[in-house]
């Protein structure tokens, strides 16, 4: 039996391994839609990688430690990497994986440290500045024009409801926002980053993903863009799109050399309204974009495997421009918002290539976490 791959993450990394053949391990919570994938042969049960790192890492070691041959460990959140990259000596006895540089990590995923380490090396990132919102405070002038973003310097999604944020980033038009926003940072006690906004809307991001082997060789890279995220400023995506932007991909390979990046990356660039290419950050990790890679023709986290099981030299094959995905519960929310009506949408989301969670060949992962669900909330009503 070829050796599992041992996944933290959801159907969108679970499902491009399985569709490859390859067989999965999910690091899981009760109900979640990757324990009933027909791809899934372990299920282990889920640890806060934030809060509960060492517990997380002696039961991966456990399990590791536990096979014939040592699985292949993937990644898709922030916390999940930084676990990976700082304990990568503890977890190598047990696992196979690639990672970038320790150091390399810590910039990219800190914020703050991605601004010195941009400054640095001049990448085309927007003037960026670093609040300290403290008791007593007020916001000082900021050298850059208004109007601003203002993003966490490590991105949690509980940080970010704190500040009343349901995507990714508040958008700031004024000083004098920015003075009614700063009680909200201090309550949270929260360092952010105040950032220049590149006028244009969701659909002016693209973005380069690649796996780059520990040689420095490009095994296998893609080129894509969003086309609608919830909410419609500064979401999360909703659907996407694989496209064919020489511009994105040279500078894509031109960040990966400056930087000596090696293994997955996915480097998002905001498109100006002068078409100048504005990047915005980068994030060594896996993501819902490997699963469109996959059904596009490039298939990153097969690769990884497969090059990590028994190394070759192949010529990385293209992604077919165009195909899509779609978050369909999502995007129906999005598409609302843009004033698409429903039956236009119904037709886009039916001849998206890919969906996330949702597969007429792997239907379990969609209907049994629902039932399971809908069972969850019952059970206490019925409880003694």
């Avoid at 372990?42 to 536990?66: I, K, N, P, Y």
């Avoid at 640095?120 to 403290?134: C, E, F, G, N």
């Avoid at 949690?156 to 958008?171: C, E």
């Avoid at 926003?181 to 380069?208: F, K, N, T």
Wanted: aromatic share 8%; with cysteine; glycine share 6%.
């Amino acid at each position: 039996m070829n050796p599992l791959a041992c996944i933290m993450g959801d159907m969108d990394l679970v499902r491009p391994l399985g569709l490859a053949g390859i067989p999965c391990a999910v690091v899981a919570r009760p109900g979640d839609p990757p324990r009933f994938s027909r791809f899934t042969r372990v299920a282990l049960d889920w640890l806060d990688s934030w809060g509960q790192t060492e517990e997380l890492v002696e039961a991966l070691v456990r399990f590791g430690s536990a096979q014939t041959e040592p699985p292949v460990l993937f990644y898709q959140e922030d916390g999940q990497l930084l676990l990976v990259s700082r304990y990568r000596d503890r977890l190598k006895q047990s696992f196979r994986f690639v990672v970038a540089d320790s150091m390399l990590v810590e910039d990219l995923v800190d914020k703050g440290r991605f601004q010195v380490l941009a400054d640095r090396l001049a990448l085309p990132v927007p003037a960026t500045r670093r609040l300290y919102p403290a008791e007593g405070s007020t916001p000082t002038d900021i050298d850059i024009p208004f109007p601003l973003i203002i993003k966490p310097v490590i991105r949690r999604s509980r940080d970010l409801a704190l500040i009343g944020s349901s995507g990714k980033a508040l958008r700031v038009d004024t000083p004098e926002a920015l003075r009614n926003l700063w009680p909200h940072l201090v309550a949270a006690r929260m360092d952010v980053l105040a950032q220049q906004l590149i006028p244009g809307p969701e659909g002016c991001i693209e973005s380069y993903h690649v796996y780059v082997d520990e040689q420095g060789y490009i095994v296998g890279e893609f080129t894509g863009r969003k086309i609608r995220t919830y909410p419609m400023e500064y979401g999360h995506s909703t659907a996407v799109e694989i496209s064919s932007s020489a511009d994105v991909q040279m500078m894509g390979r031109d960040l990966v050399k400056r930087l000596g990046l090696r293994g997955v990356a996915k480097f998002d660039f905001k498109r100006g309204p002068d078409a100048k290419l504005y990047l915005l950050e980068i994030n060594p990790r896996f993501n819902l974009w490997h699963h469109l890679g996959a059904v596009a023709g490039v298939n990153l986290p097969a690769m990884v495997y497969n090059n990590l099981i028994k190394p070759s030299r192949r010529v990385a094959p293209r992604a077919t421009p165009g195909v899509k995905w779609c978050a369909i519960w999502e995007d129906a929310k999005a598409a609302k918002a843009q004033g698409q009506s429903l039956l236009t949408w119904l037709a886009w989301m039916l001849n998206c290539a890919a969906k996330s969670g949702v597969a007429w060949d792997d239907p379990m992962p969609f209907l049994r976490s629902k039932l399971w669900r809908r069972l969850s909330h019952l059970m206490p009503a019925h409880a003694p």
